[in-house]
């Protein structure tokens, strides 16, 4: 079975663009969590989606936003990208939400702002 | 609040000693604990993960993990370690009653030969 997805795995971007990242679940998983990472605040939770609902969010300004799809496929959009935006983007499914159930995790996006 | 503390951020040992990660939490009730290694470049994989029952969890790559409620702790262990275990490690608390899921700040392995 094939395991999660992320496109682009790099991407370059200037300041005040906007970027759109995307998660592919392992088939069948239906919920689908992204994770900010950085050097200096570690792992840190974004949005978990559920059969296309926002099930839960993280303590991200509003220029951060996601969206699920039909096949739970996800996209991740930050809007007027600051320099502390660059990060590893990691995205994570699970066959339902909660954490009953194991997360299996994506290579990540590298994003970089200029 | 929740929150999860690795007290370590890195260790060193020799190829073939004993580890031992330490991870703590905060937390009103059991959370879901979890332990993750993310190589270089790549993202994160599952050792183990400790819900209910015996508090002593056995993982993947020879890795164990004890859940002590006393001491609001789930310390990483291997009795020999090999140089491929260089890696970056994350203990991990999720929400039984909701779906916010809190990393600790990680403690990086370096192996010695």
């Known amino acids: 079975k094939a395991g999660v997805t992320q496109t682009p795995r790099y991407l370059i971007k200037t300041r005040g663009q906007q970027v759109t990242l995307s998660c592919s679940p392992i088939?069948?998983?239906?919920?689908v969590s992204w994770y900010q990472q950085t050097p200096g605040q570690g792992l840190q939770f974004l949005f978990e989606?559920?059969?296309?609902?926002?099930?839960n969010k993280g303590n991200f300004p509003g220029r951060f936003s996601g969206r699920q799809f039909s096949n739970s496929r996800s996209e991740m959009n930050v809007s007027t990208l600051e320099l502390g935006d660059s990060a590893l983007y990691l995205c994570a499914s699970s066959l339902v939400a909660g954490h009953q159930e194991t997360q299996y995790f994506g290579p990540g996006t590298r994003l970089l702002v200029l | 609040a929740q929150s999860v503390t690795q007290p370590d951020i890195h260790i060193t040992v020799s190829e073939g000693a004993s580890l031992e990660l330490r991870c703590n939490y905060s937390y009103g009730a059991t959370p879901y604990l979890f332990w993750y290694v993310q190589s270089p470049g790549q993202g994160l994989q599952l050792l183990l993960k400790?819900?209910?029952?015996?508090?002593l969890v056995q993982g993947i790559k020879g890795f164990e993990a004890e859940f002590k409620r006393s001491q609001s702790s789930f310390n990483l262990r291997k009795p020999s370690v090999h140089w491929s275990d260089a890696a970056e490690y994350f203990c991990?608390?999720?929400?039984?009653?909701?779906?916010?899921?809190?990393f600790g700040t990680g403690t990086s392995l370096t192996v010695i030969p």
């Open positions: 400790y819900f209910s029952g015996d508090t």
């Open positions: 991990a608390v999720g929400a039984r009653d909701g779906n916010q899921f809190y």
């Open positions: 989606y559920f059969s296309e609902t926002q099930r």
């Open positions: 088939s069948g998983h239906r919920s």
